[in-house]
């Protein structure tokens, strides 16, 4: 009935009002399922007066009513749990404080005036006169705007862009037989985004970079990776977030000098599991694009710019899609309970210099939208231009404009049927430290990294027994915090340590030298060492480590032989392996 609607709507109990015709409480209308508004004699634009119901104290009712309010608000705006480093910069003021200037200022040490007083972190002159100019303001940046008014950001609402056609829509048959503006969605006007998610892209240090250089740089083949690090505040910026890159994952992949292809990666999931146990995350991904130019002065060539792309359309889908693989950006503000994404693209190219440049990217949240539901292809013969789907009858696809100037200077819109690309990143600084940072080993020799065959380097027990003798260092916890190392022991298949790694985690995780040395008495690192005593290194190394590093049993584990043909590791005295029932050789 009407009042049980009226109910529903404003979140109140059934029995917890009434409804009358008349302000002066006369002309009750009852909660008959019988009775149509028809009979009731109400018209459209007839005004209906709300009351407590008599039944109940006039304190309690209220207090019931704005309950179903707020319930009701809730449950259109739901809670979400937003990354640290947002909550962090939501409790910070923001504001850009300016000292006294000498000449402009006629107040007092005490007094503010339009020439001192502290700006808004959006004040988009004063990020223009910075060296060098921010063109894009921060994402928090952008809230406060949005939030800064007489209302205090009280119907500010981040709508994620929906190209779909909305389900549930009962007027019509379904698509392609009918769409209503009710389930279509709208137009598409791509605009230049004026903020980022991210302000900043760090390498904690060169080894980091230098290593996945060296792919390229031995087989001259291209390489993909994805950045792992953390979120921190960016303080060049007003409310600003970096991206901190501590280690590069390279899944399997196939990669020719003009070419990369990503294959099926078993080990993905555990890979975002260890790094989360080590207090990192995926952050974003990185890709080299290098031809050399000259081999004895290595250069190499200059290709993206201003006259050619900075990204290419097929870039542009890459990135969304690798970014829904990691953990979306929770939003507040949101009715979805996320907008956007931090994820970053990385590449390594040739610069101005012909030397190699690391330049950074984002896409907008508007190019998000698009390849998310499958609206957007890239050119094949033109990389800087990507072309939107045309609707077809197992797909609707909305119009895409982009606005352009013409040879007059005149402001027009045009069918983005080819697309720009340009309208779809955002460009992001990449930098190095002063003083390189190190979450992992510095020593220099390195465990191999994985997924490197091309290049001879395999990750295995005989190239674990070479790292642990080549680093002889008294501290455990030096030795074994290696990115690559970590990924190894969990995901090996002769003796993964994925239920019992735990603690070596948190310890490389704290920097916990009695944590490390808890761990490494422990029956699993015990079996490591003898199967590192039995893929053939020198006993003299072995006895080395054992002295100075590990353990003394790791060179004397001659009481167990390892099958050549399964790894099984044997009690001595058997002829054949208990495993796979072949002889020992």
């Known amino acids: 009935s009407f009042v049980f609607q009226v109910a529903k709507e404003f979140g109140f109990r059934n029995n917890g ?25 109400i018209k459209h634009g007839d005004m209906l007066f709300l009351f407590p119901s008599s039944t109940a104290g006039p304190s309690s009712e209220v207090m019931d009513t704005s309950a179903g309010i707020q319930a009701g608000r809730t449950t259109s705006a739901p809670q979400v749990v937003e990354d640290d480093i947002d909550q962090y910069l939501n409790k910070q003021e923001g504001k850009i404080y300016r000292n006294r200037d000498p000449q402009l200022c006629r107040h007092g040490p005490l007094g503010k005036c339009v020439h001192c007083v502290p700006l808004e972190p959006f004040d988009e002159d004063y990020l223009n006169h910075l060296e060098p100019p921010v063109k894009h303001m921060s994402f928090h940046a952008y809230i406060r705007k949005l939030t800064g008014g007489a209302d205090k950001g009280k119907f500010v609402a981040l709508e994620n862009i929906s190209c779909k056609i909305k389900s549930g829509c009962e007027g019509h048959p379904p698509w392609p037989e ?105 952050v974003g991904w990185i890709f080299t694009d290098l031809v050399s130019e000259d081999t004895r002065k290595g250069t190499v060539r200059y290709s993206r710019n201003k006259d050619a792309y900075f990204l290419s359309a097929e870039e542009c889908i890459t990135a969304p899609s690798s970014s829904r693989t990691s953990t979306p950006t929770f939003c507040r503000l949101s009715p979805d309970g996320h907008f956007g994404s931090k994820f970053v693209t990385v590449v390594a190219t040739g610069g101005p210099d ?19 539901d499958e609206c957007l292809l890239p050119c094949r013969d033109v990389p800087e231009l990507g072309y939107p789907k045309e609707s077809s009858s197992e797909q609707y696809v909305p119009d895409v404009f982009y606005r352009d100037v013409d040879k007059f200077g005149n402001e027009i819109t045009q069918l983005a049927r080819p697309l720009p690309v340009e309208y779809l990143i955002i460009d992001i600084t990449t930098t190095f430290p002063k003083d390189p940072v190190y979450t992992f080993s510095t020593s220099s020799n390195l465990f191999p990294i994985e997924n490197r065959e091309a290049l001879g380097e395999t990750q295995d027990f005989h ?51 009695e944590l490390a040395q808890t761990w490494k008495k422990s029956e699993q690192w015990a079996t490591i060492e003898q199967l590192c005593s039995t893929v053939g290194v020198p006993p003299s190394e072995l006895q080395d480590f054992g002295a100075i590093g590990g353990s003394a049993h790791a060179a004397s584990s001659s009481s167990m032989w390892s099958c050549l043909h399964c790894t099984f590791m044997n009690q001595a005295g058997t002829d054949h392996c208990e495993m796979c029932q072949l002889p020992r050789t």
Request: aromatic share 8%; proline share 4%; with cysteine.
């Open 17 to 41: 009002f009434s409804v009358y015709l008349n302000r002066n409480r006369t002309g009750e209308i009852s909660a008959s399922p019988s009775k149509s508004l028809h009979l009731l004699k």
């Open 178 to 282: 009918g769409i209503c503006t009710k389930c279509q969605p709208s137009a598409i006007t791509l605009n230049r985004q004026k903020y980022r998610h991210v302000d900043n892209i760090m390498f904690e240090n060169h080894t980091i970079a230098d290593r996945f250089l060296d792919f390229w740089r031995k087989t001259g083949n291209q390489r993909i990776g994805y950045l792992y690090g953390r979120y921190t505040e960016h303080k060049d910026i007003p409310l600003g977030i970096r991206a901190e890159v501590a280690a590069i994952y390279e899944p399997p992949q196939i990669g020719t000098q003009n070419s990369l292809e990503l294959l099926d990666d078993p080990k993905a999931k555990v890979v975002d599991e260890i790094a989360a146990k080590l207090g990192l995350r995926k």
């Open 354 to 372: 012909n030397q190699v440049h690391f330049e950074g990217y984002q896409v907008s949240n508007q190019c998000m939208a698009l390849v998310r």
């Open 463 to 513: 190239s674990l027994a070479t790292y642990l003798t080549q680093n002889p260092s008294s501290v455990f916890l030096d030795i074994i915090s290696d990115f690559h190392l970590l990924l190894f022991l969990v995901t090996n298949d002769v003796m993964p340590l994925q239920d019992s790694i735990s603690l070596l985690l948190e310890a490389v995780r704290t920097r916990n030298e």
